[in-house]
């Protein structure tokens, strides 16, 4: 009985947080279109059920019916399997994302009581579980970009591997500050080390405030997702959409879904490494739970990607290239060596 009762919680969490990141995806989309025509005085999707609310299901049933096209000089396995490449990982990547504190039993009939937790699992290296799969999410561009047999294509993932490489590394050197100051790799336990308000969060902590570290991985992961100015790899103006322009009906969206599944992973790292995790910003605030103060600092991210959008123009290639490897390297390089040399003194 108490192994079927682990299965329920591994089984429930999973579909919780599956179910919760799907639906925050579909609506992602509808809520930057919506966001976007505020700021360009436009109205956004109105058509479709009360202010357009209705419209990602629509879009998604649109794409569902949609006829499913392969080019006839493509390579059929790998260009069917790269959608699929690079959506499994951006959603098995919520596997080690707390988004509470504390656990809930619940009494079943025939099994008893099963605890279940706010995350699906707690691994002790979780930061770079999740680099990882993010490396593995980019060959299913790249693959994609190859399989279509289009020089747009293959321009789109060939463009998707350089940014990549350039602007990971920036990211995952990002996070050094942190990890140097919270001596752990589990999310679960930098989450927790940053209770007990706002300045013990690692973004404003002593001995070395990651600040800096913050916004070099708020545009490392801009880039990591393709997203304006970011956005090379599909920049319909020169290469009609890129790496997907071949793609048509559920391919297609699993492309889409992919981009936005990993915009609230990113925001989710973002938030439990720099910004407390789930903690209120005040002791007072604490009777709030949790979850709310999660839900809204990673809304705050994602209002930055879309206000991003909203405002800059899309880089030249030599551009991108050269503030990756000229500015930010340099950058999280230094506020390595800076917060090594602070950490040293301070727990001597």
């Known amino acids: 009985m108490e192994a079927i009762g682990q299965l329920v919680v591994i089984l429930g ?12 995806v579909a609506y992602l ?25 209705l419209q990602p ?46 656990q809930l039993t619940i009494p079943l009939p025939w099994i008893g009581d099963v605890t279940f937790r706010p995350f699906v699992t707690d691994l002790n ?30 321009l789109g993932g060939l463009r998707s591997a350089a940014q990549v ?33 706002f300045w013990h969060w690692y973004a404003f902590a002593l001995p070395f405030p990651q600040i800096v570290a913050l916004v070099l991985y708020g545009i490392a992961a801009v880039a990591e997702t393709n997203r304006l100015p970011f956005d090379l790899p599909e920049a319909e103006s020169e290469l009609v959409a890129g790496f997907f322009t071949e793609y048509s009906g559920m391919r297609f969206a699993f492309f889409f879904l992919a981009e936005y599944a990993n915009m609230i992973l990113v925001s989710c ?36 990607f879309f206000w991003i959008r909203a405002t800059l123009p899309r880089l030249r290639y030599d551009q991108l290239m050269t503030f990756g490897w000229k500015v930010m390297i340099p950058l ?8 090594s040399i602070a950490q040293y003194f301070w727990m001597n």
């Not at 350039?166 to 336990?189: D, I």
């Open 165 to 197: 490489i350039s602007y990971e590394l920036a990211l995952g050197m990002s996070l050094v500050g942190v990890l140097l100051m919270a001596g752990s790799l589990s999310l679960v336990k930098i989450a927790q080390a940053q209770a007990g308000g």
């Open 269 to 304: 790292i973002a938030t439990i490494v720099f910004l407390g995790g789930w903690h209120a910003p005040f002791p007072f605030l604490d009777f709030v739970p949790g979850i709310i103060w999660f839900l809204l600092k990673v809304y705050v991210f994602l209002f930055g």
């Open 332 to 339: 999280v390089l230094a506020n390595i060596v800076i917060t």
């Open 57 to 102: 299901l629509a879009d998604g049933l649109k794409l569902f019916m949609k006829e499913d096209i392969i080019p006839s000089g493509a390579n059929k396995i790998i260009f069917s399997l790269a959608p699929i490449l690079s959506l499994i990982p951006a959603l098995i990547g919520f596997a080690v994302v707390p988004w509470g504190d504390g």
């Open 125 to 154: 290296i979780g930061i770079l579980y999740v680099l990882a799969l993010s490396s593995v999410g980019a060959y299913g561009v790249l693959l994609g970009g190859w399989a279509s047999n289009s020089k747009y294509s293959l």
């Open 13 to 24: 969490t999973i579909g919780v947080v599956m179910v919760t990141v799907l639906l925050h």
């Open 29 to 53: 989309t509808y809520l930057e279109r919506k966001v976007l025509g505020w700021m360009q005085d436009r109205m956004g999707p109105m058509e479709v059920g009360y202010h357009g609310l």
